[in-house]
C-alpha cells in the first residue's frame, strides 16, 4: 500500500479490508489450509523449510536412539542420522547406509510414508499458491468529478498492463460511507452506484468508468466535505474471462474521499508515432490535468484545518 497507512480505512487500497480482528475465535487446523494459501510468500517458504527440516531432524534423533541400527551410520552421529533421513524422507537411496535392525527399518517404513504424503501437500500447496492467475490490472491512484456532457460525472480509469485481452470484462461500483439513521444511531451504508457502461466484450487496452452525479446518485449533492465528514470510500471490482490463463480473473481497489479530486480531468496517455502507430503511455496514466477549480479533497480538508 503506498503511502502512510490512514487509521480511518475500512478497506485498503487492494480491496482487502483494514479492519482489525480482535476477541475472535482462536484458529483450528481447519482454517490451516487456507492460512497457507493466503500467507506471505516468505513465510510460507518458511514453513515448508522449517517443516522439512524439523521432519528429518526428529527421524535423525530416532534413529540415533534405535542403536546401531543404521548401516555405515557412525555411532551417535546426528550429521549422518540426519542425511540418512534426507534419503529416506526423499527416496534417494544411495546404498551407502542402509537399515539393518527391526526397529530402524520400522523407522524408515514410517518416515517414507510421511514423506510421500508430505511431498504431495507440499507440492499441491504450491500448486496452488503459484498457480492462481492475477488480472494484470491497473487502476488510476485518483478519482475524479467534473463535468462530462455537461453533466457532474464520477471518474477513474483503469487499464490492461497486458498484452492478453479480457473478455466479458465486468465492474461493479459500490459507495460505502457512515450515515445517520432515524434514530441517531451511525451506521455504514452500501449503496451500489449505477456506470454509464458496466460492461465491455472485450477489454485490451484502457478504461475510463464514469458515474453520472444526477437525482439518482447517492453522491448527488454531496460535497468535498461531506465525503470526508462521512468517511467515505468507494469499492471497486472487476471480473472476467483471461485469454492467457483461460480462466476467470478478478480485481479490486478501494477509493477513500481524500483521492477525489474536484474539477480535474485525466491527461491523455494515448499519443501517436511519427510513423502514425500509436502508443498507450502509462508514465502519464495518473497525470491530472489541474483547471483553476481543481480541489484535491486531500487538500480541501487540509486547507480547513
Sequence with gaps: ???????????????????????????????????????????????????????????????????????????????????????????????????????????????????????????????????????GIRFSRSMVISKFDGVPTLMFRLANERNDQIHEARLHMVLMRSEKTAEGQSFRRLHDLSLVRSFTPVFSLSWTVMHRVDETSPLFGIACQDLIDSQSEVMVLLSGHHQGFQQEVHARYAYTAEDVVWGAQFADIFRTLPDGRRVIDFAVFDVLLYPEDAVPAALAAEQRS
Excluded: C
Design 1 to 135: 500500500m503506498d503511502g502512510p497507512v490512514r487509521p480511518n480505512r475500512i478497506m485498503n487500497i487492494d480491496g482487502t479490508t483494514a479492519v482489525i480482528r480482535v476477541n475472535a475465535r482462536a484458529a483450528h487446523l481447519g482454517d490451516l489450509y487456507h492460512w497457507l494459501l493466503t500467507t506471505r510468500r516468505s513465510v510460507f517458504a518458511a514453513v515448508l523449510i522449517g517443516s522439512y527440516l524439523g521432519l528429518n531432524s526428529l527421524f535423525a534423533l530416532a534413529y540415533l536412539a534405535s542403536g546401531n541400527g543404521v548401516e555405515n551410520v557412525r555411532p551417535g552421529s546426528f550429521e549422518d542420522a540426519f542425511f540418512f533421513s534426507v534419503q529416506t524422507m526423499a527416496t534417494i537411496g544411495y546404498g551407502k547406509m542402509v537399515p539393518i535392525s527391526t526397529l530402524a527399518n520400522v523407522l524408515v517404513t514410517a518416515e517414507a510414508g510421511v514423506g510421500l504424503f508430505g511431498i504431495a501437500m507440499a507440492a499441491a500447496l504450491m500448486f496452488a499458491r503459484f498457480t492462481r492467475p492475477t488480472a
